[in-house]
C-alpha cells in the first residue's frame, strides 16, 4: 500500500477537440490530499519514518504542507506545520482538518520557514516541498502508470513551481525508456523561475512573485530540474495568470473538478491551441490539481 492511490487516466473529448489533437489526463487532482504532491511526499515520509523520525514538519500552508498533514495522520506520526501570516484561513482550515499543529509565524514564508527549520530536533525530518531525491522518485510513479494503462503520449504537459514535479516527471519518463517524450513545463508570468533558469543555464532567484498562482511561486527552482533541461528535451512556456484562471473555470464546466490556477496554467495550452501543441498527435496532462483555491477566489480574481 502506498498513501497516494493510482489516478484515473481518461480522454478529454473537449479539450480534444479544441486543442486539435488527442488530448489525455491524468487527474492527480482526485488524490487524497488534493495534488500529485502525495506522490512525493508520501514516500519521503513513509522513508524518514523507516529511518526513525518521529515528527515530520514542514513550512508550506500550500499543497506540500496538506499532503505531509494526511501522510502523517496516516502514519500516525505528528505534523508541525510553520505558516506566515499571509496563508488563507481556506488553507489553515484544511491543515487542521488533517490534525496538523499549524504554527502562525512571521511576515512572509521566509521567516516561517526559518521558524520551521529551528524547531528540527534529532527525531524530526523536515519535508521540503520540491527539492528532494525522494520526492522525484514518488513523483515518477505517475508515469509508470500511464506506462502500464499503454498510452504513448507525444509530449507531457505539466506545471511547474520549484520543479520538483518536473523532476519527478523526468525521471519517470527515463525509468519506462521514454527519454524521447518532451516535457512542456509551464509556468505562470510573474513565477517564472524555471524559464529564467533555462535561459541562464542555472538556478536564479526572482526578486518576487507577482503571480496568483502561489503554488507555483517558488523564487527559485531546484538545480535538478535545471540539470535535467541539458539531459531532456524540454520546452519553457509561461502563460498568463488570466488564462491560468479561465482554464480553471473552463475546467470545472467541462471535467466537473475545481482546480487551482497552477493546474489551469497547463490546461490553457490546450484550451488556448498553444502553438506548443503543434504537430503532435497525442499529448497528456498532469492535471496536478490543488487543494487552497475556492471557486470564490478563482472568480475574484478573474474579474481584477
Ligand atoms: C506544488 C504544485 C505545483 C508545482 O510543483 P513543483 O514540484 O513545485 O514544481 C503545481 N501545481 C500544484 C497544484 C502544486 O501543488
Redesign the pocket.
Known sequence: MTLHIKTPLVASRPLSVIAGCSVWLKLEALQPSG???LRGIGHACETYLAQGARRFISSSG???GLAVAYAGRLLKVPVTVVIPETTTARAKELLCLENAEVVVHGASWQEANDFAQSLLGAEDAFIH??DDPLLWHGHASLIDEVASCGLKPNAIVL????????SGVVEGLHRNGWNNVPAIAVETAGAESFHEAVTAGHPVELARISSIAT??G?KRVCEKAVWWSKEHPIRSVVVSDQSALSASERFLADHRLL??P??GASLALAYEKSPELEGLDTILIVV???ATATLDQIRAWARQ
Not at 506545471?159 to 518536473?166: D, F, I, Q, Y
Open positions: 495534488s500529485f504532491k500550500g499543497n506540500a516541498p520540491f506545471s511547474v513551481g520549484g520543479g520538483g514535479l518536473l503554488s507555483l517558488a482546480v487551482e497552477a493546474c496536478c490539481g490543488g
